[in-house]
T-cell receptor
Framework: ETGVTQTPRHLVMGMTNKKSLKCEQHLGHNAMYWYKQSAKKPLELMFVYNFKEQTENNSVPSRFSPECPNSSHLFLHLHTLQPEDSALYLC???????????FGSGTRLTVV | QKEVEQNSGPLSVPEGAIASLNCTYSDRGSQSFFWYRQYSGKSPELIMFIYSNGDKEDGRFTAQLNKASQYVSLLIRDSQPSDSATYLCAGYAGNNRKLIWGLGTSLAVNP
């Protein structure tokens, strides 16, 4: 496995469900990110982890709960989501943001 | 509020033409700039980054940076239908661990 791997690729969940998104990077990077991408909006940064410590929470509602057990793995735990949370959720990693990020393939989330 | 602005398009060019994508930024402290390509339903992929004033060429792609005018552009020569995608511009100021993103410009290359 190389690059940044996200699972699942697609997820449909009800508003009362609990689910988790998983991200794994095989690049030896020390920073990982969760982004939300909705139609006609810029990429929205949700969380930043550096060396598995959370360094940014961009005013994200508590129904989104990140977890970073080590520098290679990142989770996003979801519970009691709203239909407006439907979006593409992207994980990214970097060694030095000055050289850009590497994105995973994303999870297309639909909340019904 | 630090911003990166792009014309959302769509920009439509004929096959074989030069496509010119533009981006302006507000943070004068920005050091590096990135162009990502995103196909519909896919994740962004990095195609160019630039941090020095002037031009940087990679195959059919040329990135141009003018820090005095706070302006970044991407030229795609000999445009192909496979270049049809949304192009995202991003800047990095070096004082945190995150990029600032534009909304993206949709490019359509017509056969």
């Amino acid at each position: 496995e190389t690059g940044v791997t996200q699972t699942p690729r697609h997820l449909v969940m009800g508003m009362t469900n609990k689910k988790s998104l998983k991200c794994e990077q095989h690049l030896g990077h020390n920073a990982m990110y969760w982004y939300k991408q909705s139609a006609k909006k810029p990429l929205e940064l949700m969380f930043v982890y550096n060396f598995k410590e959370q360094t940014e929470n961009n005013s994200v509602p508590s129904r989104f709960s990140p977890e970073c057990p080590n520098s290679s793995h990142l989770f996003l735990h979801l519970h009691t989501l709203q239909p407006e949370d439907s979006a593409l959720y992207l994980c990214a990693s970097s060694q030095d943001p000055g050289y850009g990020y590497t994105f995973g393939s994303g999870t297309r989330l639909t909340v019904v | 509020q630090k911003e990166v602005e792009q014309n959302s398009g769509p920009l439509s060019v004929p096959e074989g033409a030069i496509a010119s994508l533009n981006c302006t930024y507000s943070d004068r402290g920005s050091q590096s700039f990135f162009w990502y390509r995103q196909y519909s339903g896919k994740s962004p992929e990095l195609i160019m980054f630039i941090y020095s004033n002037g031009d940087k060429e990679d195959g059919r792609f040329t990135a141009q940076l003018n820090k005095a005018s706070q302006y970044v552009s991407l030229l795609i020569r000999d445009s192909q239908p496979s270049d049809s995608a949304t192009y995202l511009c991003a800047g990095y100021a070096g004082n945190n661990r995150k990029l600032i993103w534009g909304l993206g410009t949709s490019l359509a290359v017509n056969p």
